[in-house]
């Protein structure tokens, strides 16, 4: 402890430029996780933190025998897969073809068209979603109307949201992937192509057994990274697509938006607490694994 | 050098899958801004379309006969954008100045202490709980400025930017007797900018970008920020004030499908515009960054 006192000595002023953020960090962190208590309570407002009634697991047991939770781990299981292997793999094509690519207007163009849904909000999202979806006004069923085809009533089925809301994720992640992508080719040297195109390999051999396997390294780390947050899912998106509709929960609903749905509109705390404790429990669990696998592919890469 | 047939064919299916890609990217955005520029009657009528059957700029014009509450959100968003970035910026640098100290003997420790924050988390409701209930901040701009300063990502980020100043800059302005924060102000923070531009794009996105906060929070109509504005006027929650209606005739209807469309537009404009700029200190950074984590 004294060791302490005469670092703190030492170093005053580097302790005092740090405060601001440790307070931060104790305040929008730590202090909430005392409040998962609520998750082992009936919670009541009048109640707060300790006034109201101890349940136990009972919270946890409704969601599991109900099937609530395994319903809302599938689905944020299953679109997170989808997110990150389809995002994954779209990226790197588009990074290898853009780095392949002669035209230099072209490319910035495109790369930059590409890139630009990463600035917007996830509300503009959801005006897109509007425009297109809506059952009078959308432009699909303009489309389907103008061809004298029926139009589709989208709120009323559940399983076009799958591909929609997996659509704009990928759409809204591309350009910045491929930005990463295209930073990991520009690192291959030259001369390996320059070598391969002497022995007479095209351009299509040349990608398969030079780009691709230096990209993999790459590629694997990205993904194991992203499958230790497997279980966060991604509020803004979700809700704002889909928002607070009843009908299409079978297929659309995931454990952040139950969470919201609970502390939000059916005001059910230690319901809602519970399953975002669960979250960040297994979150936990998976994030250790997938860094210790990282740890024996390549040490460098893992995240501690 | 002649281009060999298989590198013709490869660049063609690349220009044809870019060209895809970049159409689909591209789309959503020309749909609303055909949307926004098209008669009212026509969308209630057939519904949006691709190009605009009969050209209107009535949703505008509505929007700005009586702009008061665009104008509000817009100061509410600009006034956060611009104080959360730069209060952001300073205090992330300055985290990330002292933890990339070598000789700061807790900044291991420390740095995990904040870093753990982003493997376990209390969860939305105690967060939400700890702000509305202890800190009273419902309805406060509070709310939507404090929470968002700082993450641990960024501090990260900003520590691997500081480590790349050489440590001898350090040293020797501490032999010539300059004091920390002095060091830190005058010598790291101007060899810091491509960190600090980075950082702070990712900082102003965030507050220009922010909905989620305001929907938790703010509750007075005054208050909201853009993006809330659209996400209500979208939900047909809140309605645009607009004194169109009351000029004309009983008959008239107000622009309320273009009207969406066009505040959809006049939120986004301001970063559509400076896009083409802050893309390539972006771009920049990001490939810096992403070299480790």
Same mark, same amino acid.
């Given at each position: 402890?004294?060791?302490?006192?005469?670092?703190?000595? =030492?170093?005053?002023?580097?302790?005092?430029?740090?405060? #601001?953020?440790?307070?931060?960090?104790?305040?929008? %962190?730590?202090? #909430?996780? !005392?409040?998962?208590?609520?998750?082992?309570?009936?919670?009541?407002?009048?109640?707060?933190?300790?006034?109201?009634?101890?349940?136990?697991?009972?919270?946890?047991?409704?969601?599991?025998? %109900?099937?609530?939770?395994?319903?809302?781990?599938?689905?944020?299981?299953?679109?997170?897969?989808?997110?990150?292997?389809?995002?994954?793999?779209?990226?790197?094509?588009?990074?290898?073809?853009?780095?392949?690519?002669?035209?230099?207007?072209?490319? =910035?163009?495109?790369?930059?068209?590409?890139?630009?849904?990463?600035?917007?909000?996830?509300?503009?999202?959801?005006?897109? !979603?509007?425009?297109?979806?809506?059952?009078?006004?959308?432009?699909?069923?303009?489309?389907?109307?103008?061809?004298?085809?029926?139009?589709?009533?989208?709120?009323?089925?559940?399983?076009?949201?799958?591909?929609?809301?997996?659509?704009?994720?990928?759409? =809204?992640?591309?350009?910045?992937?491929?930005?990463?992508?295209?930073?990991?080719?520009?690192?291959?040297?030259?001369?390996?192509?320059?070598?391969?195109?002497?022995?007479?390999?095209?351009?299509?051999?040349?990608?398969?057994?030079?780009?691709?396997?230096?990209?993999?390294?790459?590629?694997?780390?990205?993904?194991?990274?992203?499958?230790?947050?497997?279980?966060?899912?991604?509020?803004?998106?979700?809700?704002?697509?889909?928002?607070?509709?009843?009908?299409?929960?079978?297929?659309?609903?995931?454990?952040?938006?139950?969470?919201?749905? %609970?502390?939000?509109?059916?005001?059910?705390?230690?319901?809602?607490?519970?399953?975002?404790?669960?979250?960040?429990?297994?979150?936990?669990?998976?994030?250790?694994?997938?860094?210790?696998?990282?740890?024996?592919?390549?040490?460098?890469?893992?995240?501690? | 050098?002649?281009?060999?047939?298989?590198?013709?064919?490869?660049?063609?299916?690349?220009?044809?899958?870019?060209?895809?890609?970049?159409?689909?990217?591209?789309?959503?955005?020309?749909?609303?801004?055909?949307?926004?520029?098209?008669?009212?009657?026509?969308?209630?009528?057939?519904?949006?379309?691709?190009?605009?059957?009969?050209?209107? /700029?009535?949703?505008?014009?509505?929007?700005?006969?009586?702009?008061?509450?665009?104008?509000?959100?817009?100061?509410?968003? /600009?006034?956060?954008?611009?104080?959360?970035?730069?209060?952001?910026?300073?205090?992330?640098?300055?985290?990330?100045?002292?933890?990339?100290?070598?000789?700061?003997?807790?900044?291991?420790?420390?740095?995990?202490?904040?870093?753990?924050?982003?493997?376990?988390?209390?969860?939305?409701?105690?967060?939400?709980?700890?702000?509305?209930?202890?800190?009273?901040?419902?309805?406060?701009?509070?709310?939507?400025?404090?929470?968002?300063?700082?993450?641990?990502?960024?501090?990260?980020?900003?520590?691997?930017?500081?480590?790349?100043?050489?440590?001898?800059?350090?040293?020797?302005?501490?032999?010539?007797?300059?004091?920390?924060?002095?060091?830190?102000?005058?010598?790291?923070?101007?060899?810091?900018?491509?960190?600090?531009?980075?950082?702070?794009?990712?900082?102003?996105?965030?507050?220009?970008?922010?909905?989620?906060?305001?929907?938790?929070?703010?509750?007075?109509?005054?208050?909201?920020?853009?993006?809330?504005?659209?996400?209500?006027?979208?939900?047909?929650?809140?309605?645009?004030?607009?004194? /169109?209606?009351?000029?004309?005739?009983?008959?008239?209807?107000?622009?309320?499908?273009?009207?969406?469309?066009?505040?959809?537009?006049?939120?986004?404009?301001?970063?559509?515009?400076?896009?083409?700029?802050?893309?390539?200190?972006?771009?920049?950074?990001?490939?810096?960054?992403?070299?480790?984590?």
């Amino acid at each position: 402890m004294s060791g302490f006192f005469k670092e703190l000595g =030492k170093n005053k002023v580097l302790f005092f430029m740090i405060l #601001p953020t440790l307070l931060f960090f104790v305040t929008f %962190s730590y202090i #909430p996780m !005392v409040g998962v208590y609520y998750a082992f309570t009936n919670y009541s407002f009048d109640g707060g933190l300790f006034g109201s009634p101890f349940v136990g697991m009972q919270n946890f047991k409704f969601l599991f025998e %109900s099937g609530v939770l395994l319903q809302l781990t599938k689905n944020t299981v299953l679109y997170n897969l989808a997110f990150i292997f389809l995002g994954n793999i779209l990226q790197l094509v588009c990074a290898v073809f853009l780095s392949e690519m002669v035209g230099k207007w072209f490319r =910035k163009t495109t790369q930059s068209v590409m890139f630009l849904p990463f600035f917007i909000s996830f509300v503009l999202v959801g005006a897109f !979603v509007y425009n297109l979806f809506n059952f009078e006004t959308g432009a699909v069923n303009a489309l389907l109307r103008q061809l004298g085809l029926q139009p589709y009533d989208f709120y009323m089925n559940t399983t076009p949201w799958i591909y929609i809301i997996i659509f704009f994720n990928i759409w =809204k992640g591309l350009g910045y992937g491929t930005v990463i992508y295209l930073a990991a080719i520009m690192g291959i040297s030259d001369e390996y192509h320059e070598a391969a195109k002497i022995d007479g390999a095209n351009i299509f051999k040349r990608i398969r057994y030079i780009t691709i396997p230096m990209l993999k390294p790459t590629f694997i780390l990205l993904i194991l990274l992203a499958l230790g947050g497997i279980l966060k899912g991604q509020f803004d998106l979700f809700w704002q697509v889909v928002g607070n509709n009843g009908m299409l929960y079978e297929t659309t609903d995931i454990i952040d938006t139950y969470v919201y749905r %609970s502390l939000a509109i059916n005001f059910d705390i230690g319901m809602g607490t519970a399953a975002g404790l669960y979250q960040s429990f297994f979150g936990f669990a998976l994030v250790i694994t997938v860094n210790w696998i990282v740890r024996k592919v390549q040490k460098d890469y893992a995240l501690f | 050098m002649r281009a060999e047939r298989s590198t013709i064919v490869f660049n063609i299916i690349g220009y044809i899958v870019i060209t895809i890609f970049t159409v689909l990217c591209a789309l959503p955005f020309w749909l609303i801004i055909s949307g926004s520029l098209s008669a009212e009657n026509d969308i209630i009528r057939d519904g949006f379309k691709l190009i605009p059957q009969n050209f209107s /700029i009535d949703a505008y014009k509505s929007v700005f006969q009586n702009p008061e509450q665009i104008f509000t959100a817009y100061r509410v968003t /600009i006034l956060l954008t611009l104080g959360g970035t730069a209060l952001g910026l300073f205090l992330t640098s300055m985290a990330g100045y002292v933890l990339s100290r070598k000789d700061f003997k807790y900044r291991d420790s420390l740095a995990f202490f904040i870093y753990f924050t982003t493997l376990f988390s209390g969860g939305l409701i105690p967060w939400y709980i700890l702000i509305v209930n202890y800190l009273d901040w419902k309805d406060n701009f509070l709310a939507l400025l404090i929470p968002g300063l700082m993450s641990a990502w960024n501090i990260i980020l900003m520590k691997n930017f500081m480590k790349s100043i050489p440590e001898s800059i350090t040293e020797s302005a501490k032999i010539d007797g300059a004091g920390e924060f002095t060091i830190y102000l005058k010598l790291i923070l101007p060899l810091a900018t491509p960190g600090l531009a980075t950082i702070g794009l990712f900082l102003g996105l965030s507050y220009w970008n922010d909905w989620f906060a305001a929907n938790m929070f703010i509750t007075t109509e005054s208050k909201y920020p853009l993006q809330f504005l659209l996400y209500k006027i979208l939900a047909s929650a809140a309605v645009l004030k607009t004194d /169109i209606a009351g000029n004309l005739g009983p008959d008239f209807k107000p622009p309320a499908e273009t009207l969406k469309m066009a505040v959809a537009i006049i939120v986004t404009g301001p970063i559509v515009f400076l896009y083409p700029f802050v893309q390539r200190y972006f771009v920049k950074g990001l490939t810096i960054g992403a070299v480790k984590g």
